[in-house]
C-alpha cells in the first residue's frame, strides 16, 4: 500500500508525531496537523487517500471536522481514535459514516493493518464502480447498470448473463476473454455445464451488434473470444 497519503489530525502531539514517523517507515505519505481549523486548512489544499482524526480535540472535534472534510469530498475514508469507550460515542461516529474506529491506547500495527483493510475496500468499491459505468462500444451505448444496448434510438435490452458477458469484453485488454475464465465468472460452479451456452451468448452479441459494420466478434483458437472495433 505504499505511495498512498494520510492526513493525521490529532492535538496529542507526542503520540501523534511517533504516529506519523511510523506511517512513513510504512511507506504512506503522512501529513499531521494538531488541530482540526489547520487540518481542514491542509485538506483543502492536498490531495488524500484517507484520514486519520482524533474525537477529542479542542475547539472544534473530529466528528464537526469529519463532516466538514466530507462536505469536500464525500467519499473520502476516515477513521477516527478517541480514548472514549463508551458505546454512544462510537456509534456517533459510525452514523457519521466513519470506516473504522480504534480506541486509545492501540498498537500502531494494528492501526496499520485497519488503514490497510480501509484503503482495499475503498479502492475495490471504486474499481466496481468505474466497471459499471457507461460506455460507447462503436455506434452503440452500452449501460451495464440498467443492462441495455442502444443504437441510435433503439434499445436492447439485454439479459443478466449476455451483459455480463458483454462487459467482460469491454473491460478486459485488447478486448479480448478467456473461455474457461468467461464460464468461470458468468457461471460459477456450473461452468462445465454451460460450456455450449457460452458460443450461444456470444451469437446472441453478435447478433445484437450487427448493425455496426465495424464491430465484431471474433473466435480466438485455442482460447475464446475477442471483441475487435475496426477503424
Known amino acids: 500500500m505504499e505511495g498512498f497519503s494520510i492526513l493525521l489530525v490529532d492535538d496529542d502531539k507526542v503520540l501523534s508525531t511517533v504516529l506519523k514517523e511510523f506511517l512513513e517507515t510504512k511507506g504512506f ?14 485538506f483543502r489544499d492536498g490531495n488524500y487517500d484517507l484520514c486519520v482524526l482524533d474525537v477529542k480535540m ?5 466528528f464537526v471536522l469529519s463532516e466538514e472534510l466530507r462536505a469536500i469530498d464525500s467519499e473520502i475514508p476516515i477513521i477516527f481514535l478517541t480514548g472514549e469507550s463508551e458505546k454512544e460515542r462510537r456509534i456517533e461516529g ?6 473504522d474506529y480504534v480506541i486509545k491506547p492501540f498498537s500502531m500495527e494494528e492501526l496499520e493493518l485497519r488503514i490497510i483493510n480501509v484503503l482495499r475496500r475503498v479502492n475495490k468499491k471504486k474499481e466496481t464502480s468505474k466497471l459499471m459505468e457507461p460506455r460507447g462500444i462503436g455506434l452503440y451505448y452500452f449501460d451495464p447498470v ?7 434510438n433503439k434499445i436492447i435490452r439485454l439479459s443478466a448473463t449476455e451483459s455480463k458477458l458483454l ?5 478486459s485488454p485488447e478486448g479480448q476473454i478467456n473461455r474457461s475464465e468467461a464460464l468461470n465468472k458468468i457461471w460459477k460452479d456450473e461452468a462445465q455445464l454451460h460450456g455450449r451456452s457460452l458460443n450461444v451468448y456470444v451469437s446472441k452479441l453478435r447478433k445484437y451488434l450487427a448493425e455496426d459494420v465495424n464491430l465484431e466478434i ?3 483458437h485455442g482460447s475464446g473470444y475477442r471483441l475487435v472495433v475496426k477503424k
Open 29 to 42: 505519505r503522512a501529513d499531521l496537523r494538531h488541530d482540526a481549523a489547520s487540518g481542514l486548512s491542509l
Open 167 to 171: 462487459q467482460m469484453f469491454c473491460t
Open 218 to 220: 471474433l473466435n480466438v
Open 58 to 62: 479542542p475547539l472544534k472535534d473530529g
Open 146 to 152: 440498467s443492462r441495455t444496448l442502444q443504437i441510435e
Open 94 to 99: 459510525l452514523k457519521l459514516g466513519a470506516d
